[in-house]
């Protein structure tokens, strides 16, 4: 099972990214009994739950600081999930990591996740 996060880069406060993880080694009616979620961490803090997404039914759960903002989406035919980043600040710039659980609920602790995928950094400038 591998993910393979893609799509950070820098970008002025206020514009936008979208974060890209594939999602490989995994039979696509697997799929179906996971969620994928999507962490950051930033320089000296601790990785922190993002969004998240059940993959059978398209549940989706966000963190109060990127609620409105971030939106979390799965594309069932490429097995990829993507993060839109919208409004970003610059409180916003961490290393982007997904994630993926074995069971159909989505929650927000790093422990109960499965696999993990190698990061890609979002840096926003002020």
């Known amino acids: 099972v591998q993910l393979q996060a893609s799509g950070g880069g820098l970008v002025q406060s206020g514009g936008s990214l979208t974060l890209s993880c594939a999602i490989s080694g995994f039979r696509n009616a697997d799929l179906d009994d996971y969620t994928m979620g999507w962490f950051r961490q930033a320089p000296g803090k601790e990785r922190e739950f993002v969004a998240g997404i059940s993959w059978r039914g398209g549940s989706t759960y966000y963190a109060d600081s990127v609620k409105g903002r971030f939106t979390i989406s799965r594309d069932n035919a490429k097995n990829t999930v993507y993060l839109q980043m919208n409004s970003l600040k610059p409180e916003d710039t961490a290393v982007y990591h997904c994630?993926?659980?074995?069971?159909?609920?989505?929650?927000?602790?790093?422990?109960?996740?499965?696999?993990w995928g190698q990061g890609t950094q979002v840096t926003v400038s002020s």
């Open positions: 994630a993926a659980r074995s069971s159909i609920v989505v929650v927000t602790s790093t422990g109960r996740y499965d696999y």
